[in-house]
């Protein structure tokens, strides 16, 4: 345990974003499983909105530190491609 005041001030700010981090992590998590959902199931319509969305979470997440730019940048790639395999 830290005993000087600021390393117990940087504990508790840790702590608000690592919770902020894993919230955003669960979020991005479960609007990819829809995504993969839709896509599997066929409706291309849904599947389009939902990529959308789960890209522009995805972007913000990077723009927020919580990934890496490079690693938004490339699970976009690969989702999107996905998407356009199965439209053809």
Same mark, same amino acid.
């Given at each position: 345990m830290a005993n000087i005041k600021?390393? $117990? @001030?940087?504990?508790n700010v840790i702590n608000k974003k690592t919770a902020v981090n894993k919230s955003r992590k669960s979020a991005l $998590?479960?609007?990819? @499983?829809k995504y993969l959902e839709a896509l599997a199931s066929g409706d291309k319509a849904t599947a389009e909105q939902r990529m959308q969305y789960f890209e522009k979470k995805m972007a913000q997440a990077a723009a927020k530190g919580t990934f890496h730019a490079n690693a938004a940048s490339r699970k976009i790639s690969r989702l999107r $491609? $996905?998407?356009?395999a199965a439209a053809e």
């Open positions: 600021s390393a $117990k @001030k940087r504990i $998590k479960t609007a990819e @499983k $491609k $996905k998407l356009n």
